[in-house]
């Protein structure tokens, strides 16, 4: 058994505001389905060097406009911390894309 305020942290970091139940992970919605779609996508059109960075782009926007999303309307820390750590993933893609 763990202790209460173990218990209670984790609580307090998976509940939903909004329902109250917890919630760790959801179906994706448009923007990561994006990202989640151009990141085989890419891979795939290694050979052609500008329709690969592309679609990189594209999904690199989708993961940074999901990010702020979730920063912005998390149901809970913990979705809020996802999209902190999917925020710091679209910049490290982005900048990247730059070089």
Sequence with gaps: MLPPAVTNS??????NRETGEITIGQ????P???FLVSFPLS???GRHRRASKGVEALGTAGLGW???????????PWRRILGVAGGGLAVKRA???VR
């Design 43 to 45: 891979g795939a059109l």
């Design 32 to 34: 990561l389905a994006l």
């Design 10 to 15: 984790v609580d307090w970091l998976v509940r």
């Design 27 to 30: 179906r994706p919605n448009a």
């Design 66 to 76: 999901w990010a702020v999303e979730e920063l912005w309307r998390g149901v809970n």
């Design 95 to 97: 900048r990247s894309l």
